[in-house]
């Protein structure tokens, strides 16, 4: 009789039947079309490294472009609402009425995101960071528009959440009195004297404190995104949405500064601005010469704001793209000098000076690394064995899976999974589903009935999609 129960029972699986979710995934890590259908049903939790602007897809943007009749830059692609004097440009109305409009539209898809790449005619990186300046003059007054379109497209492959890093703070305050410090803070940086820095900037954050830098923040909170949440209503009981304000790296050490602290005092004061992050290319001239002064920046504010979470890029750098010694401290310095919450991309730790100290460090102090397959893939070429993160698992570094840039990589969160389980064949189905939770768990939402529920909901959602199996 048990031999007739093995027998069925093996017939049972060879048909499809009494699979878990874990066997299943077993047998289809080399099929992609499986593995897509499998992980759009997956919950997703959290997308934790999430850019706003790059997540929404090229063709609306466009298509507001061209309804708010915006001028175009015909060798650029770039779009503006007002002419400039020179260059050019032209109405996409004067396009259309000229016959032109479908041709240019497919000029501009190529431009604004990676559509139709061909791998060889423009640099990666370049036509990946280029593309916010050429298309961001036409998501200005469509901001709600794509907060929409963002939830709903969470909502249709299970993401509940999302942690956007949403603008920076639009502020007037005149600097060009405080062009000194500019020198001086460079001064100091270059003889890595910490203490000097940080004297300089108890006297700019007191000078710009009189300028009403508050202010700024205040009005962004109420004015702009509490009032545009609550209108859209962006929390439902399907989906949840916090922000970060983010600082650029290519600006002069004062203005950056102005904007940080700008930035700590919304997150400090807003229960729907979770942090504070800092972008634009880590190996432009600027970020590199400045990088450590970010750090103490941070720090600095962390020091004045120290309820206020960070996540850091940090690390998306690699072997030819900068010079070597350049990828042997980045990330050691947001993790030990600013003390971020979070690494974004973390690609270089491979080249960081004693990086098993710094992965144990990661590891032990709970400090995890959002793990971006398809932007280093496209960015940096670093893909399968070349990416670390098989070296922050064997260290036991928690890790978030997250899209990036979505609408620029035309990706989406379930394309990182497939990714991962066919790349990474070691990564179990328990495992990717502790990174679904690590996704939650690792969010910077500030109330804990939020996260409390969302982890809940996750359970809830698992218990269903679990359910499904075996198969039929």
């Known amino acids: 009789m048990r031999i007739i129960y093995t027998l069925l029972f093996s017939a049972v699986l060879h048909l499809g039947y009494a699979q878990s979710p874990s066997l299943y995934l077993e047998k289809i890590r ?68 000229k016959g032109q409009l479908d041709f240019y539209k497919q000029q501009i898809m190529e431009k ?11 640099p990666s990186d370049k036509l990946f960071f280029e593309s916010f300046g050429k298309f961001s003059p036409a998501i200005e007054g469509h901001f709600g528009e794509g907060l929409l379109e963002l939830k709903n497209r969470a909502i249709s492959e299970n993401l509940s959440y999302i942690e956007t890093q949403l603008s920076t703070i639009p502020c007037d305050i005149n600097t060009t009195d405080l062009s000194d410090f500019n020198i001086k803070l460079r001064e100091l940086a270059a003889k890595k004297d910490e203490k000097g820095i940080k004297a300089l900037l108890d006297s700019l954050y007191a000078t710009l404190l009189k300028r009403e830098a508050a202010k700024y923040a205040e009005d962004f909170n109420d004015n702009f995104v509490s009032k545009m949440h609550q209108e859209l209503k962006i929390d439902d009981a399907r989906f949840t949405m916090r922000y970060q304000n983010f600082v650029l790296r290519f600006m002069e050490p004062v203005d950056l ?26 190996d432009g001239e600027t970020s590199m010469k400045d990088y450590w002064l970010h750090m103490l920046m941070f720090k600095y504010c962390s020091g004045r704001f120290p309820n206020v979470k960070y996540a850091m890029h940090a690390g998306e750098l690699t072997l030819g793209l900068v010079q070597p010694e350049d990828l042997t401290w980045h990330i050691h310095e947001a993790v030990h000098t600013a003390g971020a919450n979070r690494i974004g991309h973390g690609v270089d730790i491979a080249y960081e000076n004693k990086s098993y100290e710094l992965l144990r460090h990661m590891a032990k102090n709970d400090i995890p690394v959002e793990i971006n397959l398809v932007s280093n893939e496209f ?19 928690p890790i978030v899976i997250s899209t990036d840039d979505a609408g620029i990589l035309r990706t989406n969160m379930t394309e990182q999974y497939v990714l991962l389980a066919k790349r990474y064949k070691d990564v179990t189905y328990e495992e990717i589903k502790k990174y679904v939770y690590n996704s939650i768990n690792y969010s910077f939402i500030k109330d804990k009935s939020v996260k409390k529920q969302l982890l809940k909901d996750l359970d809830s959602r698992f218990k269903t999609f679990e359910a499904n199996f075996p198969l039929k």
């Open 112 to 122: 604004w995101s990676v559509k139709d790449y061909n791998h060889v005619s423009y």
């Open 30 to 97: 080399d099929n992609e079309a499986a593995l897509t259908a499998f992980f759009s049903q997956m919950p997703k939790g959290g997308d934790l490294h999430h850019h706003f602007s790059g997540s929404i897809y090229a063709e609306p943007i466009l298509q507001d472009a061209i309804n708010d009749d915006f001028y175009l830059n015909t060798a650029t692609m770039e779009v503006l609402k007002e002419k400039p004097s020179s260059g050019n440009w032209e109405l996409f109305s004067s396009l259309r009425n």
């Open 257 to 282: 500064f102005k904007n940080l602290m700008i930035a700590f005092i919304s997150a400090d004061t807003s229960p729907l601005m979770a942090g504070v992050n800092i972008v634009s290319p880590e």
């Open 379 to 397: 960015i940096l070429k670093v893909k399968e064995n070349r990416h670390p993160i098989s070296l922050y698992r064997a260290f036991n570094v």
